[in-house]
């Protein structure tokens, strides 16, 4: 079981794991430990997450979400592939977290009385500023 909070947790079912050889500095370790971690959770199988988290969570991580509807995350931060598979499942708990928490919906607001007084003298001023910079006809 992945836990995500006290109330949500993932079975290691829905979730599978591949293993492929990193990029980056590492020397020769690079070229022979499959050490970058790729997690591949199916989305649309899911049970577990709540319909309205799951919406959120498709519209926060379009770029990471297959045609299949999978969630791919992966790592290769570590020269290891344990600390890679556990910096992917933090990935995973931050972005479901993301997602389960209710945006506060925007009330529309008018502007004061201040803030158009102050927009009004600052257009005035500029117009001053303007009118100034022309040339005066002589009579």
């Known amino acids: 079981?992945?836990?995500?909070?006290?109330?949500?947790?993932?079975?290691?079912?829905?979730?599978?794991?591949?293993?492929?050889?990193?990029?980056?500095?590492?020397?020769?370790?690079?070229?022979?430990?499959?050490?970058?971690?790729?997690?591949?959770?199916?989305?649309?199988?899911?049970?577990?997450?709540?319909?309205?988290?799951?919406?959120?969570?498709l519209g926060q991580q379009r770029r990471r979400i297959?045609?299949?509807?999978?969630?791919l995350i992966q790592s290769q931060r570590y020269r290891d592939q344990a600390r890679n598979r556990e910096d992917c499942l933090d990935k995973l708990r931050d972005m479901i977290l993301q997602a389960l928490h209710v945006p506060r919906p925007r009330r529309a607001t008018r502007p004061t009385?201040?803030?158009k007084l102050r927009r009004l003298t600052a257009k005035k001023r500029r117009g001053e500023i303007k009118?100034?910079?022309?040339?005066?006809?002589p009579e």
């Open 1 to 57: 079981m992945i836990v995500i909070n006290a109330e949500l947790s993932i079975p290691e079912e829905e979730v599978e794991w591949s293993f492929v050889r990193s990029g980056g500095p590492g020397g020769q370790n690079v070229n022979k430990v499959a050490s970058r971690a790729v997690l591949r959770w199916r989305l649309g199988a899911s049970t577990v997450l709540p319909e309205e988290a799951r919406r959120r969570l």
């Open 66 to 71: 297959t045609t299949e509807g999978d969630l």
């Open 113 to 115: 009385l201040g803030s």
């Open 131 to 137: 009118q100034g910079r022309r040339d005066v006809l």
